[in-house]
């Protein structure tokens, strides 16, 4: 077996090229590979085309790399914490491909599966399905790139006819992910919300490097517990357990409530 760990976060991003393709994980901001972002910002690397849940805060995850004019394209499901993100696609600086959310995370599931695309119901009878969403807005406010119309067909899987939309299936250049553990062949193990979107990402990158809090020997990790097998991993860093981590909104009772 190939033992895939490398030095540091900066050698493992270092072939990323100008104009990739990344999906990156995270859920807000659970689960950012936020040491991978830092390299990738620090090495200058532009012009690329994101998948991600979100794009992070403005001074956190994938909204550093936003603030910095990195990012061309952003293909997320929710944006609303970055008012970064919202000025840059208003003034038509940034290409957003918006998709539901559930859609966005079987779009990368189905393209690390070998699955070209699928039908679903969500999004018929919306402008997910019949085009007109804007992609890219012009210098004068006006719609320079919207969505195309999607193919739509009627099945009955249960008996009921209905109308599903035909969703592409995501694979992507490079993935980069978070993982509480992980052992030198790639297998890897998440936790709470950090699995939501961290694993589908994985899964959809040609090459995934993933940071691990916790860096293994190959047989420590209980089989029953690994939710990405090692085939979908490249290249492992190990960040430690004290990588900063953030809250995106921290709540708390008064005293007695």
Same mark, same amino acid.
């Given at each position: 077996?190939?033992?895939?760990?490398?030095?540091?976060?900066?050698?493992?991003?270092?072939?990323?090229?100008?104009?990739?393709?990344?999906?990156?994980?995270?859920?807000?901001?659970?689960?950012?590979?936020?040491a991978l972002i830092?390299?990738?910002?620090?090495?200058? #690397?532009s012009g690329l085309s994101v998948v991600s849940n979100n794009c992070g805060v403005d001074d956190w995850g994938l909204g550093v790399?936003? @603030? %910095?004019?990195?990012?061309?394209?952003?293909?997320?499901?929710y944006v609303g914490e970055?008012?970064?993100?919202?000025?840059?696609?208003?003034?038509g600086e940034l290409e957003l491909e918006l998709t539901p959310q559930g859609t966005l995370a079987e779009k990368l599931r189905a393209g690390g599966s070998g699955i070209a695309a699928f039908y679903t119901q969500t999004g018929v009878g919306t402008q997910v399905a019949d085009g007109g969403l804007p992609r890219r807005y012009a210098d004068d406010g006006s719609v320079a790139v919207a969505s195309p119309a999607k193919d739509v067909r009627t099945f009955a899987p249960d008996g009921t006819v209905r109308e599903y939309v035909l969703e592409?299936?995501? #694979?992507?250049?490079?993935?980069?992910?978070?993982?509480?553990?992980?052992?030198?062949?790639?297998?890897?193990?998440?936790?709470? @919300? %950090?699995?939501?979107?961290?694993p589908l990402a994985a899964m959809a990158g040609r090459v995934c490097i993933a940071q691990v809090e916790h860096l293994v020997d190959p047989g420590e990790l209980d089989p029953d517990r690994i939710h990405l097998p090692g085939v979908y991993v490249q290249r492992?860093?190990?960040?430690?357990?004290?990588?900063?981590?953030?809250?995106?909104?921290?709540?708390?009772a008064a005293e007695g409530a």
């Open positions: 077996m190939i033992d895939k760990q490398w030095p540091s976060a900066a050698q493992a991003v270092a072939d990323i090229p100008d104009g990739a393709s990344l999906a990156v994980g995270g859920f807000g901001l659970s689960g950012n590979p936020i830092e390299a990738l910002l620090a090495q200058g #690397t790399l936003l @603030a %910095a004019h990195r990012i061309r394209k952003m293909t997320s499901s970055n008012k970064e993100f919202e000025r840059q696609f208003l003034s592409e299936a995501i #694979t992507t250049d490079f993935a980069l992910v978070h993982a509480f553990a992980g052992d030198r062949h790639g297998n890897l193990i998440f936790t709470k @919300a %950090a699995r939501n979107f961290n492992i860093v190990d960040v430690g357990p004290d990588i900063p981590k953030r809250i995106e909104r921290r709540t708390v």
